[in-house]
Nanobody
Framework: QVQLVESGGGLVQPGGSLRLSCAASGSIFSLHTMGWYRQAPGKQRDLVAQISTGGATNYADSVKGRFTISRDNAKNMVYLQMNSLKPEDTAVYYC???????????????WGQGTQVTVSS
């Protein structure tokens, strides 16, 4: 079994900062691209940022210059530093990992349970 557990969400005022963390645990043979997605009420789940094992990053245009994704390969963790938060950043944020859980298994996407981020005064 594989688990992705997010933490760090909460309520913050516009212009504030939050740092999300996601820990991958369980039977993991190899961990590839990790990322963060978000879903606002009534909207589809969209990519926020992703990072490869080598550190290459990709960001949604709406968060470029404000959010920074990073990872710790030794700890199987991925982080999202969110600065200059706006009300439109309000959403449930989901951690995603592309991994192989055994040497014989195919690569597959795994998801965390989500953490709520609310930006409001």
């Amino acid at each position: 079994q594989v688990q992705l557990v997010e933490s760090g969400g909460g309520l913050v005022q516009p212009g504030g900062s939050l740092r999300l963390s996601c820990a991958a645990s369980g039977s993991i043979f190899s961990l590839h691209t990790m990322g963060w997605y978000r879903q606002a009420p009534g909207k589809q789940r969209d990519l926020v940022a992703q990072i490869s094992t080598g550190g290459a990053t990709n960001y949604a245009d709406s968060v470029k210059g404000r959010f920074t994704i990073s990872r710790d390969n030794a700890k199987n963790m991925v982080y999202l530093q969110m600065n200059s938060l706006k009300p439109e950043d309000t959403a449930v944020y989901y951690c995603n990992a592309d991994l192989r859980h055994t040497i014989l298994a195919k690569r597959a996407d795994y998801w965390g349970q989500g953490t709520q981020v609310t930006v409001s005064s």
